[in-house]
T-cell receptor
Framework: ETGVTQSPTHLIKTRGQQVTLRCSSQ?????VSWYQQALGQGPQFIFQ???????GRGNFPPRFSGLQFPNYSSELNVNALELDDSALYLC????????????FGDGTRLSIL | AQTVTQSQPEMSVQEAETVTLSCTYD???????LFWYKQPPSRQMILVIR??????QNATENRFSVNFQKAAKSFSLKISDSQLGDTAMYFC???????????????FGQGTILTVHP
């Protein structure tokens, strides 16, 4: 069973640029959630995708957007990068259903210069 | 909105001893799940244990057990026979039961850094 994989591992961008982060869900999982984790803090929910539709969103501006593909993999796009966007971005996949635990990838470390 | 609070920024324990990490939460939901996740320096968030709010019996997974006090909105994690590999950041997390839908936002606490000393 393949776990959740994220790419790239680390990325450096400058303010104003755009970035795309990728996530492959665990085999059989149809739901993907994205979280932002600032250094030394707990993860903050960005949004969740289920069957290619956004299915819940946290308190993040519209420049954070996403996609989910028919194979359940997902992308997180961030436009007009700001210094505060520097963080670890975590992807988690799960089966649908409120009782299903989320399984996390290793994350993408995004640094904004 | 739900909030999760971990009041211990750092804890330390000697190898083979027992340590308890605290977590409190606030919610108006009656049906929900609580989790403890472990995040070692390798960054991956690993599920340690979970508790369904409708179950009175405390969850146990090998050396890990919880003390779930629903009325007090408290959910502590006990690690018995601590091992060096338990050194990590531990997060308490809350998820409302979305019923038949798949929406399941995890709300995390600020984390507790646990160091196990040899």
């Amino acid at each position: 069973e393949t776990g959740v994989t994220q790419s790239p591992t680390h990325l450096i961008k400058t303010r104003g640029q755009q970035v795309t982060l990728r996530c492959s869900s665990q085999s059989g999982h149809n739901t993907v959630s994205w979280y932002q984790q600032a250094l030394g803090q707990g993860p903050q929910f960005i949004f969740q995708y289920y069957r290619e539709e956004e299915n819940g969103r946290g308190n993040f501006p519209p420049r954070f957007s996403g996609l989910q593909f028919p194979n359940y993999s997902s992308e997180l796009n961030v436009n007009a990068l700001e210094l505060d966007d520097s963080a670890l971005y975590l992807c988690a996949s799960s089966l649908s259903g409120g009782d299903q635990p989320q399984h996390f990838g290793d994350g993408t470390r995004l640094s904004i210069l | 909105a739900q909030t999760v609070t971990q009041s211990q920024p750092e804890m330390s324990v000697q190898e083979a001893e027992t340590v308890t990490l605290s977590c409190t939460y606030d919610t108006s939901e009656n049906n929900y799940y609580l989790f403890w996740y472990k995040q070692p320096p390798s960054r991956q968030m690993i599920l340690v244990i979970r508790q369904e709010a409708y179950k009175q019996q405390n969850a146990t997974e090998n050396r890990f057990s919880v003390n779930f006090q629903k009325a007090a909105k408290s959910f502590s994690l006990k690690i018995s026979d601590s091992q060096l590999g338990d050194t990590a950041m531990y997060f308490c997390a809350f998820k409302a039961n979305a019923g038949g839908t798949s929406y399941g936002k995890l709300t995390f606490g600020q984390g507790t850094i646990l160091t196990v000393h040899p």
